[in-house]
């Protein structure tokens, strides 16, 4: 049974341009979360998405953003990239509120 | 807001050493916390996820307890090994996950 799937799994972007990261759940999973890890502040929950609809959100600004497809798979979009979102992005699926499932998450690297 | 503390933030100890990683959180109504143990650069691997529910959970030499009522966990690692090295986060869910900042671990051989 495959894993959660994250691509790219690195990425270099230059400060104000736009990036678009994927997920691609364990199949038959419908949930999908959003995590931003970084050395100062840990995991900090960004998202999550069940059935196309956004459930939760957590405290970070417009400029990130996701969707679900129907197949479950999900993007999160960050635009007018900063310096500070730098940091390693992770998505988790999982069936309902049992145990969740991380990928092994996008570098991303803004200069 | 849930706000989780993982001690001790690092930790070494010897090969074969049983030890015990600790987990607290503010908010007691929770659907379920789950360990994980994370390699540098890489993402998460679950470990051990304890419904509301149970009081225990285990695997291998993996051991998990919940005590939802005092808002704490514990993480038991027995006769550790050098490949147990990595560091050990606790998440708690209700809601959204709310992560610990993690316990790093260390066995020397």
């Known amino acids: 049974k495959a894993g959660v799937t994250q691509t790219p799994r690195y990425l270099i972007k230059t400060r104000g341009q736009q990036v678009t990261l994927s997920c691609s759940p364990i199949?038959?999973?419908?949930?999908v979360s959003w995590y931003q890890q970084t050395p100062g502040q840990g995991l900090q929950f960004l998202f999550e998405?069940?059935?196309?609809?956004?459930?939760n959100k957590g405290n970070f600004p417009g400029r990130f953003s996701g969707r679900q497809f129907s197949n479950s798979r999900s993007e999160m979009n960050v635009s007018t990239l900063e310096l500070g979102d730098s940091a390693l992005y992770l998505c988790?699926?999982?069936?309902?509120?049992?145990?969740?499932?991380f990928g092994q998450g996008t570098r991303l690297t803004v200069v | 807001k849930q706000e989780v503390t993982q001690i001790p933030a690092a930790l070494s100890v010897p090969e074969g050493e049983n030890l015990v990683l600790n987990c607290s959180f503010t908010?007691?109504?929770?659907?379920?916390l789950q360990w994980f143990r994370q390699d540098p650069g890489k993402g998460l691997t679950s470990l051990l996820l304890?419904?509301?529910?149970?009081r225990e959970q285990t695997s291998g030499r993996l051991n998990a307890s919940l005590d939802k009522s005092s808002g704490r966990s514990t993480l038991y690692i027995a006769a550790s090994q050098p490949g147990d090295s990595a560091t050990y986060l606790c998440?708690?869910?209700?809601?959204?996950?709310?992560f610990g900042a993690g316990t790093r671990l260390t066995v020397k051989p």
């Open positions: 199949s038959g999973h419908r949930s």
């Open positions: 304890i419904q509301s529910s149970q």
């Open positions: 908010d007691s109504a929770i659907y379920n």
């Open positions: 998440a708690v869910n209700n809601n959204d996950m709310r």
């Open positions: 988790a699926s999982r069936r309902g509120d049992t145990e969740a499932f």
């Open positions: 998405y069940f059935s196309e609809t956004q459930r």
